[in-house]
DNA sequence: GGCCTTTACTTTGGATCCAAAACTAATAAA
DNA sequence: TTTATTAGTTTTGGATCCAAAGTAAAGGCC
């Protein structure tokens, strides 16, 4: 919020991701910068964020459109998120974690079975989980030590998760949704576990796994 | 060099990535825009392309400054760059190869062995297989299909390739070169194999430790 | 003599203005 | 009727102007 072109490129993000730019269309400048009420520059600067994180795309010299992604790319784009956490989880295993690390890992891990043990799931519960989630992962990549890896996952980050949001949150499924869900604190339990014994290898094939547990899972369906 | 601004940002890429801005160096709009001879506006837009490629880093309302790298950094990258391409080979074996991409891998292969068989390289001739090393990597990244992840290679090439170009051409070590190159064309040759028997998991593995092969020789040293 | 405050300067961010390129539409010729 | 050329409109790219935030330096106060 702080300088207003971040601001503006996360207004974007989020209409994108909302749907309410239909991908293949074409923004103007002109018209965006009117939407938000503010003049074409920031918007220019938010552009070329955007187009670097390949949510748009150029249109030769007519400017920019929303990048259209077939069901093809979400599932590539989750392949390319599960291979660099995967690396990033391998890294922190090879390196240790300090205790602090592990008691944080510990806590997101139980927050995640409280919700589970419930027994069943209401939507809160779902958007709750998804929360924790996130910050399990999170956690895997900040742990990771040397920035880079960081900033690469977060580059190809919001890509990935624009586009797998829709197939995720299925609000009629939610019994589908429980053992989704499941299966990925099963996860979070294996791979922490790992973490533990530093088993670098095991560790990185069960991160690429889980990170495909959405797609895999709506494939069931 | 048809818009402006995509030519500054490989301008600054190219006099960063040479060392004409040092590492660390805080990087003006109006200083940069002035040695370019042009107006701030295309030069604030291309910091933010070269924000998102890491290769430049926010300093709070100071600016933009030169990223710095430390070994760890580079090897860092050059581990991301060697898992996004392994994903990359691993598609391409799965989804088999067209026989007008198996030609294109055999015209490569067989450029790079010309350039070895004469028993002996001159700078020249490293300069050569550079470039057709890079052809090889381009060539596994464009066959995988699905822009998603050729997208996200080329965001994360920059940086490794920035960073790590100065040791990889160390022009004393001529006789070392030489057998990294034995080595890397034999990684060349034993991955376009994997590639035709489409074996998924080999290849995979054999692209990872390929874009690995500068910096392990190099620890050696 | 050191520290705090105030003021002036530097620099980024946003808005507006101008030029150039491209798309559109209309008119004229084949 | 169709096509090509040209004029007009739309839109992006670049330059300049203004405002705001931050820094640094100088001067005053404890």
Redo the contacts between chains.
């Keep these: 919020m702080?300088?207003s072109?971040q601001s503006v490129a996360s207004q974007l993000r989020k209409l994108i991701e909302d749907g309410h730019y239909p991908q293949g269309e074409r923004l103007g400048e002109e018209a965006v910068a009117e939407q938000l009420g503010i003049s074409r520059t920031p918007v220019?600067?938010a552009f070329?964020?955007l187009e670097?994180?390949?949510l748009l795309k150029r249109a030769g010299?007519r400017g920019f459109m929303v990048r259209e992604f077939?069901d093809?790319?979400v599932h590539?784009?989750v392949?390319?998120r599960g291979?660099?956490e995967?690396?990033a989880a391998r890294?922190l295993a090879e390196h240790g974690m300090s205790s602090q690390q592990r008691e944080e890992f510990d806590f997101w891990i139980q927050k995640g079975r409280e919700v589970l043990d419930k027994g069943h799931l209401v939507e809160e519960d779902i958007q709750r989980w998804i929360e924790l989630n996130w910050n399990f992962h999170e956690l895997i990549v900040c742990s990771a030590?040397?920035?880079?890896?960081a900033?690469?996952i977060s580059?190809?980050n919001h890509?990935p998760f624009a586009a797998a949001a829709s197939i995720v949150i299925d609000k009629g499924k939610l019994s589908h949704e429980y053992r989704k869900l499941q299966l990925a604190q099963l996860h979070h339990e294996l791979i922490f576990q790992s973490l533990v014994n530093g088993e670098g290898a095991r560790v990185e094939m069960l991160m690429r796994e889980h990170a495909l547990i959405g797609i895999r899972y709506s494939e069931l369906l």
């Design positions: 702080s300088s072109n220019r600067l070329r964020t670097q994180e390949g010299k077939t093809a790319d590539c784009a392949e390319v291979v660099l995967g690396l890294r030590g040397s920035g880079v890896i900033d690469a580059r190809n890509l």
